[in-house]
Nanobody, 120 residues
Framework: QVQLVESGGGLVQAGGSLRLSCTAS????????MGWYRQAPGKQRELVAAITRGDHTNYADSVKGRFTVSRDNAKNTVYLQMNSLKTDDTAVYYC??????????????WGQGTQVTVSS
């Protein structure tokens, strides 16, 4: 049984920063690709960032240069550092994991999500 638990969401002003964390339990983590998706009201869910077991990363164009995904295998935790936040970043953010180690669109397992709200 794979469990992904997100934390770190909240309310922040535009231009501010937040760091999301996701701790994984079960038989997944160091061998698996991990990622973050988000879904804003009225919009489709989209990939924000992904990181493979080899630390290769993939970012949505809209967050490149502002967001950084990283992982700490010793802590079974993946992070999403979000800087220079914009109101368009307001969404529910989901931690995800792939069954494989090299996927750049990890979407086999999902956390329950954490709300990020950016105010103007």
């Amino acid at each position: 049984q794979v469990q992904l638990v997100e934390s770190g969401g909240g309310l922040v002003q535009a231009g501010g920063s937040l760091r999301l964390s996701c701790t994984a339990s079960g038989s997944v983590f160091s061998r698996n690709a991990m990622g973050w998706y988000r879904q804003a009201p009225g919009k489709q869910r989209e990939l924000v960032a992904a990181i493979t077991r080899g630390d290769h990363t993939n970012y949505a164009d809209s967050v490149k240069g502002r967001f950084t995904v990283s992982r700490d295998n010793a802590k079974n935790t993946v992070y999403l550092q979000m800087n220079s936040l914009k109101t368009d970043d307001t969404a529910v953010y989901y931690c995800t994991a792939a069954k494989t180690g090299w996927s750049l669109i990890p979407n086999d397992y999902w956390g329950q999500g954490t709300q990020v709200t950016v105010s103007s």
